[in-house]
């Protein structure tokens, strides 16, 4: 077997173990896999599962279903691919911050009953994605991919830029493989080939593609820093409201540029 060979076999390993780690979308997987690298192509995970949503809207819609029935069903399916994973993160960070006393706002996240606080976040969350989704009428597709793929992006870079809280837990060992700069680039490579594809195609959206690649950037990086600001740093938890925060408040931006 080839030097190519071998890290081409690893790479399709790597994806598979990030899909199956991250969604529940089934795979025909032969062999253990190793998980330990799941956060390396996680942007490549949220594109497919951005372009996954992006196919059923365009089935919805030429079925004739309405705008926003077809917003709702795209959040429900949204929901449905990753399992709830992220949203769950939502949830228990939100309580963990509602909580007056900083010390003890890990050890309310820690706890599996979602508070009035989660609930409320949750609420929020899904009708700010419902609503601006709503509001989208010109490049959907493209616009759910980016929303996916800056999302995890974030995840990426809080893994990378900030401390982990808990000596062990489900996200500890990201840091591991996330710990330099250069692991954020290939992520970052496919997002800018993402906007550069569409201003190919469509030379009148270069304002909609530097728009979504300097708000999906931005985004990303505020969020994962406002959590960081709050906590001291991040868990698994804040990795999964960096991605739904970032997906929800960059379609709002979107919803002014298409």
Known sequence: MTNFQSWL??????LAASVLFYTIIPLPV???????RVARLVPVV????????????AGLNYLGVPVLTRSALIVAVWIAITGGLHLDGVMDTADGLAVGEPQRRLEVMRDSATGAFGAMAAIALLLLKTTALCEINAERWLILMAACGWGRWGQQLAIWRYPYLKPSGKGAFHKAVICSYQDLLPGLSLLLALSGLEILLHKDKLLLALGMTLAGGAIAFATGAWFNHKLGGHTGDTYGAVVEWTEALLLCVMTALS
């Open 46 to 57: 949220g594109l497919i599962i951005g372009g996954i949503l992006g196919l059923w809207d």
């Open 30 to 36: 032969q062999g253990n896999l190793d998980f330990r």
């Open 9 to 14: 076999q690893h790479l399709v390993s790597d």
